[in-house]
């Protein structure tokens, strides 16, 4: 209990400086934010790939360099299973050694098996490699259009989703086939018109694994069964996709999935007409956690078969092979007598070529006029391919267009230079394809340093800023630079120049950098860079740990195992500081080893959750019971409530922990509705009620995931409104001596204000992953405490002894140049632990899309957040935790008995300020500076092997992990405003009281 004490604070520091004002320091920091925005806009305009599209369409005329054939099929059924992989329709051999079972998804498509086997000129089944992005919307546009998927798709439609440019829908609607359409709702947004009967179902509901299949089979058979209104049929199931997002595949529920695609092909098989084609493809598999987004092979490696009654195909076709999912494109134009779309860079399947060797020739020969048209299309719009590569394949098609006119001219036409010049013709389209898929790359070098540049200074601001408080004024930093960003996007607009966008950054940026180093001078610079330097010189062991992060991301094998060295940076930095706290306690403290032994404790424990990376060999994922997660969430709010109890602090704004309880109850039961199948009856047992299972019903998971949400604004705005955990006890005065005031939790009312709003926010937050990782989460919480125990002992050891203003006593303070800048790099150290911790990988297929459904039935504009979250929620935690490295150390006892947080608020008010936000600027830094290493590591090996597999996904979720923790930075410091103005409020209430 902290009795009120008289004290005020002064608006200029001790040595006569004029005192930043919090909201100029945030709009500081929020500036610093902005530049990092328009720096990472900037590098991505010139670093993700692009690649123009064409309004051209490819037809079918005698001189046209695209001949069409005569069709094969007059009617085509397409059947997309989503996420089918190869090996779940490939025949499955038990293992010779070891335990016989296979797993739950092989061999559940004995149809397949069946028709291969019995009619193999009928048949064919083929590994259907996908290109990554694997994702159902990039894998459906390069299946209709023939082209290779990039991050950015420049289009004449920049911001639509349909596909405009030639594609097959569009080939059989222009020819005037009429086209059914059953299934995902995804094909809507690409082919808005083109689709005559249409039976759309959402989508995205991944926990659904029934309503979009069983709605597709409604509509399938009575389709086929009538065959005087369609041309084409398309379907799209979505039942193994979302039973391996769910559940993995394997679970039991894969093969009851697969058991009935089984059923499904076994009717559509037998209900064909002899001119009918089936297509049954995969847009693309799943890793063993039945993700999907990346470029493993268990994500690429999709499944095609291909089944049309009579001997279509070449005798003594090969029974395995694998094709390009592109290569589809060129094949189905060729046996449905379509042209082939113009962008396309398939190639022609050669069990499908016709038996006579120069029709198999002229087939070859439009594949390949088709694919060199397009080459040359893209060539005028600029050079794209490197200058001897375009050279050697423009002369090796001459080469072959000589040896087709020559062919032809002859007498009689040799059957053995035909068949030679099909080989010829489909290797140019496989040397075509190999070039464009290797050099298809638009890098921009210009913006690439451009954005570099505005992120390396932005966050050297915040660096700076760190160990100084800068001088700033919005208006200079801001308004001019807004105005010229304005006209340059304008003039571009005007001028219809594709890049004014990036212009106008480019122009905010550089005129903002500019105002800012003429009014703010190097001086000022060079005397932040002087300060950081005594902090690097003070902390050097854990500078040197982050330096090491920042190295990573130049190594592909330390991206590879960077869970592994995270986890050992970490230990090692926080065992140096036991080390140095160790020698600061005299004598020995055994609550500061017990501190140290929890922390290591915690640390080794969450490393039980882990996922891990295909590249990871020998490596198993592994994870904790489900019960975990909400075990710990019960643990952690019970160990608040007694650190609360305990400190008196359960008072004032500690109401919001009955919500807190309320909070885990609820997110408990999304937990638990989430592990249910959408068909389960979990009401209903043998005809009779369960009571209370219907909380778990699939149904009220979306209410849940809105409680949770309502309850999460609720609590943030109850402790915006009263942060407070005090009880203010007055007292008639007995003696003079006495005060009349006194407040309950006023010892740790700072802390305990900011342990409350990270616990409120962390909790909610844990919902975004599944159960047993959101353990890793408690055990860093939970031991939150004594970490910073830890961090407070040494800095206590390395402070200086100061008079207490108008006490006569002396008090434990910070060094000046001390900032306590060790303790949040270990913070730092500690957020990368967690991030791995958690179950993720910073890669394609890591990431969780599921959680950007909860609370809703479809994507949203929140559902990026959400995912962001998921991944990066941690991060965000740990920011709203870093003011308390500053308030922890005056919760320890020191030898004259002053103790308490309370005293920043009497003492040196602005001090404390000064030192919070240098902190958060410190940990905004790193972040900046991790993100700016992962955009250099990418440009400089931009054409490494590994760049969109391993680096790229790296340097891309750093830029998120900045954006969510600058976010969250701005929260912290809004909060400790709101803190600190309610603490001075009463503390000034106490001194006009007395002074009455």
């Not at 200029?12 to 902005?34: I, Q, V, Y």
């Not at 000129?121 to 990039?150: C, E, M, N, W, Y």
């Not at 160790?582 to 490393?607: D, N, Q, T």
């Not at 030898?895 to 001090?911: A, Y």
Request: net charge neutral.
């Amino acid at each position: 209990m902290a009795d009120a004490a008289g004290g005020g604070t002064s608006s200029e520091d001790k040595g006569g400086r004029r005192r930043k004002s919090p909201s100029r320091l945030a709009a500081f920091m929020t500036w610093c934010f902005l530049l990092q925005l328009c720096g990472v806009l900037l590098f991505a305009s010139g670093f993700l790939l692009s690649r123009p599209s064409f309004n051209n369409k490819s037809t079918c005329s005698e001189s046209s360099d695209n001949q069409c054939a005569t069709p094969s099929f007059q009617r085509v059924v397409v059947l997309v299973i989503d996420a089918l992989r190869y090996d779940m329709a490939e025949k499955q051999e038990p293992p010779s050694t070891g335990s016989n079972e296979l797993p739950p998804f092989h061999n559940r498509l004995p149809v397949i098996h069946r028709l291969l086997q019995d009619q193999p000129r009928s048949a064919l089944l083929r590994k259907f490699v996908a290109d990554a992005p694997t994702t159902t919307l990039q894998r459906l546009k390069g299946i209709t259009t023939g082209g290779f998927p990039t991050f950015i798709d420049s289009t004449e439609n920049t911001w639509g989703t349909a596909i405009t440019e030639d594609n097959l829908i569009q080939q059989l609607h222009d020819r005037g086939s009429r086209i059914a359409f059953m299934g995902d709702d995804t094909w809507l947004d690409l082919f808005p018109t083109q689709f005559g009967r249409r039976h759309p179902f959402p989508s995205f509901d991944v926990y659904d694994l029934h309503t979009v299949d069983r709605g597709v089979l409604k509509h399938l058979y009575p389709t086929l069964g009538n065959t005087t209104d369609w041309e084409v049929l398309v379907g799209h199931f979505l039942g193994v996709d979302h039973c391996g997002h769910k559940h993995g595949p394997y679970h039991p529920a894969m093969a009851s999935k697969l058991d009935e695609m089984n059923e499904m092909l076994e009717r559509v098989t037998a209900m064909l007409s002899n001119d009918t084609l089936l297509v049954v493809l995969g847009d693309h598999g799943m890793t063993p956690e039945g993700e999907h987004g990346g470029e493993t092979a268990l994500e690429v490696d999709a499944a095609l078969f291909l089944y049309g009654k009579g001997a279509w195909l070449q005798d003594g076709v090969a029974t395995e092979g694998s094709v390009q999912q592109i290569d589809l494109v060129p094949t189905l134009s060729h046996l449905l007598g379509l042209p082939t779309p113009f962008g396309s860079m398939g190639q022609l399947m050669q069990e499908v070529l016709p038996a006579e060797p120069m029709e198999a020739a002229k087939a070859a020969q439009a594949n390949a006029r088709q694919v060199h048209a397009a080459i040359q299309a893209y060539t005028d719009r600029g050079e794209f391919l490197p200058k001897r590569t375009q050279q050697d394949l423009s002369a090796e098609f001459l080469r072959l267009e000589g040896v087709w006119g020559s062919l032809m001219a002859a007498a009689t036409q040799d059957k053995g230079i035909a068949r030679q010049l099909t080989t010829d013709y489909l290797a140019f389209v496989a040397a075509a394809q190999e070039a464009c898929r290797s050099a298809w790359t638009e890098f921009d070098l210009g913006f690439i340093a451009a954005g570099i540049a505005v992120v390396l200074f932005a966050t050297l601001k915040l660096v700076v800023a760190s160990a100084d408080v800068p001088q700033f004024s919005v208006l200079v930093a801001v308004v001019p630079a807004a105005i010229a960003g304005c006209c340059v996007l304008g003039l571009g607009m005007q001028s219809h120049h594709d890049r004014a966008a990036s212009f106008a950054l480019a122009a905010f940026a550089a005129t903002s950098i500019l105002a800012n180093t003429v009014t703010s001078g190097l001086a000022s610079t060079r005397a932040g860079i002087a300060a950081f330097g005594s902090v690097v010189r003070q902390d050097w062991f854990p500078c040197l740990a982050v330096v090491v992060t920042l190295l990573v991301p130049f190594s592909n094998s330390f991206v590879v195992n960077e869970d592994a060295t995270s986890l050992f940076l970490f230990v090692s930095c926080f065992g140096c500081m036991v080390l140095e706290a160790l020698r600061a306690v005299k004598p020995l403290a055994l609550s500061l080893l017990f501190s140290a032994a929890a922390v290591f404790a915690a640390a080794k424990a969450s490393s039980c959750v882990k996922t891990c990376r295909e590249e990871q060999t020998p490596c198993v994922s592994s994870s904790l019971p489900t019960a975990s997660g909400p075990l710990g969430l019960m643990i952690l709010v019970a160990a608040l409530w007694y650190w609360l109890s305990r400190n008196l602090n359960l008072s004032g704004g500690a109401m919001v922990l009955r919500l807190l309880v309320l909070t885990v109850v609820v997110v408990s039961l999304e937990w638990a509705s989430e592990l249910l199948d959408a068909d389960e009856p979990v009401a209903v047992v043998g005809g009779k009620p369960r009571p209370g299972m219907w909380l778990l019903s699939p149904g009220m998971r979306l209410v849940w995931g809105r409680t949770v949400g309502a309850l999460f604004v609720i609590m943030a705005l109850l402790m915006f409104k009263s942060p407070l955990c005090v009880n203010v006890l007055r007292r008639h005065q007995a003696r003079a001596d006495l005060p009349t005031v006194a407040v309950q939790g006023g010892t740790t009312m700072y802390s305990a204000a900011f342990l409350l709003f990270v616990c409120c926010c962390a909790v909610p937050l844990c919902m975004l992953q599944d159960s047993d990782k959101a353990f890793s989460v408690f055990l860093v919480l939970v031991t939150l405490p004594w970490t910073l125990d830890v961090f407070a002992q040494r800095d206590i050891g390395r402070s200086e002894q100061k008079d207490t203003p108008g006490t006569g006593e002396t008090l434990s303070k910070p060094a000046a140049n001390s900032h306590f800048g060790g303790s949040v790099m270990c913070l730092y150290l500690l957020s990368n632990v967690l991030f791995f911790h958690t179950g993720h990988q910073p890669t394609f297929g890591s990431i969780r899309w599921k959680a950007g459904l909860v609370g809703q039935t479809e994507p949203s504009v929140v559902s990026p957040v959400l995912i962001s979250l998921s991944a990066f929620g941690t991060h965000a935690i740990l920011s709203l935790a870093v003011p308390l490295v500053a308030i922890w150390p005056l919760l320890k006892q020191s030898k004259t008995g002053v103790t308490g947080d309370w005293l920043m608020c009497i003492q040196d008010r602005g001090q404390w300020q000064r030192q919070t936000w240098q902190l958060l600027a410190l940990w905004s830094s790193m972040f900046g500076l991790r993100c700016l290493a992962s955009m250099v590591a990418a440009t400089v090996l931009r054409r490494h092997l590994m760049v969109w597999k391993i680096f790229a996904p790296r340097m891309m979720f750093d830029v998120v992990a900045m954006a969510v923790v600058n976010v969250a930075v701005v929260f912290a410091l809004a909060f400790l405003r709101r803190v600190d103005s309610r603490v001075h409020a009463l503390f000034t209430s106490f001194k006009e009281n007395k002074t009455a």
